[in-house]
């Protein structure tokens, strides 16, 4: 197909269509920025911070990926009905709940998406059904697949609506002999009507129930349901950045809040004097204790805790942290979280943030609350979309 324009001079200007490098891209609307060139998709997004946070301190260029492709290690597969009642598995139309059938996946890691099409044609043999959202019927609702990069690990999460797997044990076993990569399997009971895609019980079907993988030079056990970054390439370079704009003498006394499996505060144990992690995810605190015993961070603490109730009981009983590291949702911090974070005064702040609209959010309240941006670093997560990590330092006035 072939579109013509006209310049400033009347001349007539022939350009043909490219066609795109995702043959769903137009449908699914996951990734924004599939055909646009890797350098003008860094431009955009450091534009994008910077008139968000330019206004509070500096903005050092944009952190770029050196090969972006297949980078997320963690894929969720929405498992459904076609119009013949027949399985089929992919993502939703962004804004929507309509399934696109997507086979592989740009962003995706390539074992992932053999993994998942794996369990979709092995769905008859074993009569199971996809789940039907418009009436609750069927069995399978979610495959998510995590893999590990520097151990090679991969767990299987079903996400099903029983308890019971049919022929689960003919299954799991045609199901690992057909990907031996696979390390263990988790079943995931999920039978709420509701958008999240976890449920609150689990079940171990093959393996230990968790994977592990190294970030930094530490070891993590990653469960099902506990946060773990989807980039770890470009998490190292986050993490980093993160540590060195803290600027550690040793003889600090930190807080990881949000802290998940206690990845930022693990990492930073060897630098200071004691380490605080709070986290109100019973499963991520579970996995962080483990974690610091397993790198042996004997100054590491954690605590199962609100983030800003735990800093709120802190300021009371009249102890003082150093620093405070925070890596919030998408969402943000919360203002209780801010009002407790100022109130304990911390002489540094290091914020990461996935979102920075909530960012400039948060930085108008803490600049106005005695606290100075001093720096901050764009970190390219997530190529080929619109999303942008950055971490800020600030300091207290």
Partial sequence: ???????????????????????????????????????????????????????????????????????????????????????????????????????????????????????????????????????????????????????????????????????????????TERHPEITTVVMNINDKDTTMVLGQREKVLYGPGYIEDVLCGKRFRISSRSFYQVNSLQTEKLYNIALDLAGFSGKERILDAYCGIGTIGIIASDRCREVICAELNPEAVRDAAHNAQMNGASNVQVAESDAGEFMEELAEDGEKMDIVFLDPPRSGASQQFLQSLTKLGPS???????????????LEYLTQNGYQMKKAVPVDMFPYTEGVETVCLLTHN
């Avoid at 459904?80 to 962003?107: N, S, W």
């Avoid at 893999?147 to 609506?161: D, F, G, I, W």
């Avoid at 540094?348 to 948060?362: F, G, I």
């Fill in 1 to 175: 197909m072939k579109r013509q324009f006209r310049d400033n001079t009347g001349k007539k200007e022939t350009k043909e269509k490219k066609r795109s490098r995702c043959p769903v891209s137009n449908r699914c609307g996951g990734c924004t920025m599939i055909d646009v060139p890797y350098d003008e998709q860094l431009l955009a997004k450091q534009a994008h911070v910077q008139e968000l946070i330019g206004g509070y301190g500096p903005v050092d260029p944009i952190i770029k990926m050196k090969n972006p492709d297949h980078y997320r290690g963690k894929v969720t597969s929405v498992f459904a009905r076609d119009r013949r009642q027949g399985a089929v598995c992919g993502i939703y139309r962004r804004g929507t709940h309509e399934v696109i059938p997507v086979k592989k996946c740009l962003l995706e890691d390539t074992r992932a998406d053999r993994i998942i099409q794996t369990v979709l044609r092995m769905l008859p043999n074993y009569r199971i059904k996809a789940y039907d959202e418009e009436t609750g019927s069927g069995f399978l609702r979610y495959v998510q697949v995590r893999a590990a990069r520097a151990t090679r690990q991969v767990m299987v999460t079903l996400v099903t609506t029983d308890p019971v797997l049919p022929r689960g044990t003919a299954f799991i076993k045609e199901l």
């Fill in 348 to 362: 540094k702040v290091v914020y990461v943030s996935c979102e920075p609209v909530t960012l400039a959010r948060d």
